[in-house]
């Protein structure tokens, strides 16, 4: 059963049909009543019915506790809504249901607790999110970038170039949408340690890919201007 499929141009029909089947349902608790809830759930939510959708995955989760995908998709309207704190409660439900072996979706849960608390400033907490994260799932570049994002808003420059530069290094040369940004906030962590020119070469080198986040070259001329005043105390001290 494929919900993805299933929900494809169908609009506010699906979410209209799926919400009927829903409200047919009552408490009943089959395989089947439990994925008519999650597509109501999602249909909803494509329909920007947010307050509906977060019922039809609240309502999913007390029917069928072990139904790991409700948790996630209300944990990440949650997050996405501002509701932080119920975010990080559900996410974290969440991880104590997920089958140990699942270790993509476990992966996503981490990944997504961690978006959270970084969103509540609690950059501790969000930085071990994100290194579970890619502990369970290596191949997850989007938690190379936040971890990267969270060190440095964190203070820790060194350990953001390392997790902005394992990022990289899965890139390789499949630069997707996240390259602009990983090169760029590399960038931005090699200028906050001193190191202009070690800056200044990410940023040439790759400031051609499409969507790159500087692209009057703000940044490089700022880099260049305090490259050129680094040099100038140098010698002054000298």
Known sequence: YNMGEALKGRGDEAASAFKKAMDNLGDTNTPLASQIRLGA?????????????????????????????????LGKLLMEQKELTAAVATFQDALEKVDRRDDRKAGLIHFYLGATHYRQKNYAEAIVAHQNALKRNPDLIDANYELGKTLMAHGDPVAAVIAFQQGA???????????????????????????????????????H????????????????????LDSQLSAVLQ
């Not at 890919?209 to 050129?228: F, H």
């Open 41 to 73: 759930g999602m249909a909803l939510e494509r329909q920007g019915r947010l307050d509906e959708a977060m019922a039809a995955y609240r309502k999913a989760t007390q029917v069928d506790p072990n139904l790991i995908d409700a948790y996630y998709s």
């Open 169 to 207: 290094d899965k890139l390789g040369d499949n630069q997707n949408r996240l390259a602009p940004s990983i090169y760029f906030q590399m960038g931005k962590a090699l200028e906050l340690q001193g190191q202009f020119e070690e800056a200044l070469t990410v940023w040439r080198k790759w400031q």
């Open 209 to 228: 890919l499409p969507g790159w986040p500087d692209p009057k070259g703000a940044a490089v001329k700022s880099c260049e201007r305090l490259r050129e």
